[in-house]
């Protein structure tokens, strides 16, 4: 299938209204990076770290760590990569950690908050990304930020962290991008200062979907029966694309949803000009958008939204065979 989307592999996702949409791919093992020149993709817009904690027996040490993230960096070529720190708790628990018997571990004691709870393994971690860095560009994002407050409060341990290595006399990053996971209702309306102090905004849909229609995204019972292609939750993205606007900050969608080229081609129509999906994604994905006129697009779905129409999908494959 890859090789079908091969031709494209050097094209950008530009739409025929010139619109273009910049498609990075997810990664979590150092096995994922050779993908990142054969999908397509222009970097690494989610790198989730936790496997390579949930795979030892013990805690791993932050030279090894380092080592690790150096490799990435280096398999990534100058591209960027987006590490997010730990996101455990949840269905991730460390062998080597306590678990806690939580009724709803997905809204339990996970992700920033095991950070900021226990900020030695967040500062330990952060400390590995600097060093793997070694004085190059770096971008980190805290997961499952729910509150302004929470995303300073992880700033201020990256601080820490900071000024410890100017202390020690190690380079720090050229550039340092910090940003956040969007991925629970709350954070859409962080006051304003949020959305200005944060560097980038990463929306993680799995998440964001789950929380908003309050269907858990692992209970087969329930995980199919809203669509990420309703006009309630889209109507939601747009807020919160139109307040990363306002406030000039980047954003970018990484949940599976990204990967499909119909729900692709509507986060790009309502306003995303970024999308992080898996490898594989990145040729279909960019074969569709650069047949369609996506800012047409978008005033289609803005028209549907203002209508009071619920099945954007259905609208936007209409829409599709009428102007194809
Ligand atoms: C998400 O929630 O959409 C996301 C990208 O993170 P994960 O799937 O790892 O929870
Ligand atoms: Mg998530």
């Known amino acids: 299938a890859q090789e079908r989307y091969a031709s494209l592999r050097e094209l950008p996702a530009v739409g025929t209204c010139g619109t273009q949409i910049a498609l990075h791919m997810n990664a979590g093992l150092m096995a994922d990076l050779p993908s990142l020149p054969s999908s397509g993709a222009e970097g690494v817009g989610l790198f989730r770290t936790e496997l390579q904690f949930l ?3 013990q805690m791993p040490k932050r030279s090894e760590l380092s080592a690790l993230y150096s490799r990435v960096i280096g398999a990534a070529h100058g591209k960027r990569v987006a590490f997010r720190t730990l996101d455990i708790g949840s269905d991730k628990v460390l062998p080597y950690m ?24 967040l500062r330990m971690q ?33 601080d820490k962290v900071l000024a410890r290595e100017v202390k020690l006399g190690n380079p720090l990053p050229s550039k340092f991008e910090v940003g956040a996971m969007l991925e629970t209702p709350s954070l859409a309306y ?20 789950q929380f908003f229609y309050a269907a858990d ?6 995980r199919r029966r809203y669509d990420t292609l309703n006009g309630s939750f889209l109507s939601f993205l747009k807020t919160v694309v ?14 599976e949803d990204a990967g499909r080229p119909l729900e692709a081609l ?16 990145v040729g279909p994905v960019k074969h569709l958008l650069r047949q369609v006129d996506i800012v047409a697009a978008g005033q289609a779905v803005s028209a549907a939204l203002d209508a009071g129409e619920q099945d954007i999908r259905e609208m936007i494959n209409a829409w599709l065979v009428e102007h194809h």
């Open 98 to 121: 306590k678990a806690n018997d939580e009724p709803n571990p997905a809204m339990g004691w996970r992700a920033i908050r095991v950070g900021l709870d226990k900020p030695g393994i």
């Open 55 to 57: 795979i030892r027996s």
């Open 217 to 222: 995204r692992e209970n087969e019972l329930v």
């Open 266 to 281: 509507v986060l790009s129509a309502i306003g995303f000009r970024s999308l992080s999906m898996r490898p594989a994604s």
């Open 190 to 209: 962080a006051p304003a200062a949020f959305f200005k102090e944060v560097d980038f905004i990463s929306v993680g849909g799995n998440d964001l979907k």
């Open 126 to 158: 952060l400390q590995a990304l600097i060093r793997a860095a070694n004085g190059g560009p770096l971008a980190v994002m805290f997961p499952f930020i729910t509150l302004h407050s929470e995303f300073r409060a992880a700033k201020a341990e990256l």
């Open 242 to 255: 139109e307040r990363c606007n306002a406030a000039g900050t980047p954003v970018s969608f990484c949940g």
